[in-house]
């Protein structure tokens, strides 16, 4: 088989699925040059067998995008600072889709005096005008679901209050964009009580008698359901089990009864120095 000069090749490194990865900080800045390389490597890795080629276009060149897609690469994901191409060179490859969830968080934050702390926000879903829910909302990247929900529930209400446990989760297929959507439940006990509402997203937050909010005609099922999942029943708690990488990239949600020290660790904190192995 001829192989081709290396300086004719893209710069490229294998990955362990049969792949060629193209190193992004080697392309080359002009079209022209980048199209010829390009078209002589697919030859190259299509004839060595390789499976699929990944092509990472930094925005400062996307310039050389439409010659990758005239060249049969097609887009799989973006950030504000990449685009992502990909090709299949094998029949039977397989490129593995892209993210397909959005992750929220809503919280049920209750006195002792059983008042739960609930939001309107200033526009409603799908036309129908907005109601009575829990605070809550989007989590933000690398942010655990314990920090969301406190984060998310400060900023639009003001109260301060410390998560306890995830009561319960809804999975939503069509969400947005065609992906599903992940929407958990945290229990939070508050730390305050005085009311700061976040007004460019809230018309109204108080705090709410938790047997008026699951007796009321005009609050949905969904979010009377949810709300009674966190008052019946303990959840699962934030932990850790060593083994798998540290606290710093992954949090568990255990029974309570099973965080016992040894096989499962209570969470330590993302900061927390531990022996992983």
Same mark, same amino acid.
């Given at each position: ?13 294998? !990955?362990?699925f ?13 079209a ?25 276009v930094?925005?400062a ?6 010659? $990758?897609? !005239? ?29 397909t ?40 990247? !690398? ?21 306890? $446990?995830? $009561? ?25 009580r ?20 699951l ?7 969904? !979010? ?22 540290g ?18 660790? $209570? ?11």
């Amino acid at each position: 088989m001829t192989q081709l000069s290396s300086k004719q090749l893209l710069e490229a490194r294998a !990955n362990p699925f049969g792949g060629m990865v193209i190193v992004p900080a080697e392309l080359p800045s002009d079209a022209t040059e980048f199209a010829q390389r390009l078209e002589v490597s697919l030859k190259q890795w299509t004839a060595d067998g390789i499976k699929a080629a990944w092509l990472e276009v930094p925005i400062a060149k996307a310039a050389l995008i439409p010659d $990758a897609v !005239n060249q049969g690469f097609t887009f799989h994901h973006s950030s504000e600072e990449y685009l992502m191409l990909t090709t299949i060179l094998q029949d039977g490859a397989w490129v593995p889709h892209y993210a397909t969830h959005y992750i929220g968080i809503g919280g049920v934050v209750l006195t002792p005096e059983r008042e739960l702390l609930v939001v309107r926000e200033l526009y409603g879903v799908a036309g129908r005008p907005p109601t009575l829910k829990l605070p809550g909302g989007a989590l933000h990247p !690398n942010e655990n679901l314990a920090e969301a929900v406190e984060r998310e529930v400060l900023e639009e209400t003001g109260v301060r209050a410390e998560f306890e $446990a995830i $009561a319960c989760f809804r999975h939503w297929h069509g969400y947005r964009y065609g992906k599903s959507d992940i929407y958990f439940v945290g229990r939070l006990r508050p730390l305050s009580r005085e009311i700061t509402m976040q007004a460019d997203e809230i018309q109204e937050c108080l705090w709410l008698p938790v047997d008026e909010f699951l007796s009321r005609e005009d609050i949905s099922n969904f !979010n009377k359901q949810i709300v009674r999942a966190a008052l019946e029943s303990e959840g699962v708690v934030q932990s850790f089990i060593p083994g798998f990488g540290g606290p710093d990239t992954r949090e568990y949600f255990m029974p309570g009864h099973l965080v016992d020290g040894e096989g499962v660790w $209570a969470y330590p904190g993302r900061d927390a120095v531990v022996d992983v192995q």
